[in-house]
Structures are given as C-alpha cells and as structure tokens.
C-alpha cells in the first residue's frame, strides 16, 4: 500500500479567506467553486480572478475548479444542444487559464436509466460516446494547450465502468476519471450499484480526482465525511493500493470551518493527511 496524497478541500472564496492558514500549511489541494453556476456563466469574473490569484499568492500546492454542469448534458445529441455546452465548457478554460487551475470537474453524461436500457436500445450506448466525444473534442484540445486536467465525475452513474471507457477512448493526458464518494453511495444504496471502494477500484490508473463527501445511500448529502454510511476504511484502503496519485478533495456542503476537525478525525483513523 502506497502513503495517500493530503487532503485537501473544495472552497468559495471568502471560505479560502478563513482557511488560508490551513490550506497554506501543507499545501492542500484546493477547488474553487464560484464558476460553476448559471448565473456566472456570462461573466468573465476577472476582479474575482484577480482576487483569488493574490490570495493564492505563494501557494505551492494543486488548484483547480468546478466547472459548469447546470443543463449541460455530455449526452445530448441536439447539435444545437452540444455547441452549447462546448461553448460554456471552452468559457471555464478560458477562467481555468486566468487562475492557473491544472484541473476543472466535468460531470458524467450516464445514467441509472441508461445502463438498465442500453440492451433494450442498442444505439444508445454508441450515441452517447460519440456524442460526449464530439462536445470534447476542443474542449480536451484547449485544455492540453493550457495543462488543465479534466476530471469526469460520476453523478447519477449506476456503473463504474463507463465513464473509465470513454476516458480510454478519448484517449487524452488532460481527461482522467474523478469519482464523488457520495453519488457513488447514492448509487449504491438507490440502483444497486458496485459498493464506493469498487468504484475506486474500477478507475485505477485512470483516476485523477476524487470528492470526499459522506451520504447515505438515499440522497446527495454532502456531508462532512464520519457523517453518513460511506465505507471510508475501505475506501481509503482501495485508494492506497490503485496505482494513481489522485487530488482528494473534501466537498462538504457546509460548515466548512470544521473542516480540520474533520481532517484532524480521519488522520487519527489513520485515513489521511
């Protein structure tokens, strides 16, 4: 078993602003979520940009950030459809390039229906690769112009193996496989999906980027991880032993300034740094 990397957390910035000292501490890898939502998609955000890269100011760890995912479905085939999410997609690079982000979480076009059906429609399978390729494609050439590592998100993903293929397919050094502990819980206890630590498993090599979060099988919780029914002794000993060094990000909804008790709780089981 391989020493895991150090934890490190998912932030807003006035959220950073109170943990600076923290994060600055060890150097914990950080994303910053103020670029994700819908409302911020026409802004260039430049003064926060500015601001974010002061703050960051003698960092030396890993950033990156949530990119846009509201509406932006990997698996559209409305040509109409899959300009607009190329377009929102090109546009957080764009912000990506500003910060200096090395990485921007992308989310999964499969779902729970999809993976019962694509039997039942034998199109269905080949449509949404090609698809998701098509919307990819300069976004995945811009990113290896910048050295921005997309992660693909497991979101309503009843199977691991998928998001792992297309990954293959594509092909590329700045696409890898992220995995949220929480929707895969949420999968597992809802659709029967594979247990949290199988996923990790599944993505080995290919995973980059995981979100710590704890729920319980029900909804998407998000909560501080020792909250909910994720299996964390067996999560944290499936990624000790793929040979990947993903970012481990804690994305807790709320209560972020507990976040060093939280960490400070798994390093005492022996689950983190």
């Not at 957390?9 to 006035?14: G, I, R």
Request: net charge negative; glycine share 6%; charged share 20%.
């Amino acid at each position: 078993m391989s020493p895991l990397p150090v934890l490190g957390a998912s932030l807003k910035y006035d959220e950073l602003v109170s943990l600076r000292d923290w994060i600055f501490e060890k150097n914990r890898p950080i994303e910053l979520q103020d670029f994700c939502m819908v409302d911020v998609l026409d802004d260039d955000q430049d003064d926060l940009i500015t601001a974010y890269k002061d703050l960051l100011d003698g960092f030396g760890g890993l950033h990156g950030i949530h990119g846009p995912f509201f509406s932006l479905d990997l698996a559209a085939t409305d040509p109409l459809i899959q300009q607009v999410v190329t377009v929102r997609l090109l546009d957080a690079l764009n912000k990506c390039e500003k910060l200096g982000a090395t990485h921007m979480v992308i989310h999964s076009p499969f779902t729970f229906w999809h993976s019962l059906n694509f039997t039942n429609y034998s199109f269905l399978k080949p449509t949404i690769f090609e698809a998701a390729q098509k919307m990819l494609a300069p976004v995945i050439q811009r990113a290896e112009q910048i050295g921005c590592c997309l992660m693909l998100e497991n979101i309503d993903d009843a199977d691991p193996t998928l998001r792992c293929d297309l990954v293959e397919m594509i092909n590329s050094p700045m696409l890898q496989v992220s995995i949220d502990t929480g929707h895969a819980q949420l999968a597992h206890g809802q659709y029967k999906a594979p247990p949290v630590p199988d996923y990790v498993t599944v993505a080995g090599s290919l995973l980059g980027h995981v979100h710590l979060q704890d729920a319980d099988g029900y909804a998407d919780r998000h909560w501080h991880p020792g909250e909910g029914t994720v299996p964390w002794g067996g999560v944290f000993k499936a990624l000790s032993e793929i040979h990947a060094r993903p970012r481990l990000i804690i994305e807790a909804r709320d209560r972020k300034l507990r976040l060093p008790q939280t960490v400070k709780r798994l390093e005492a089981l022996g689950l983190g740094q």
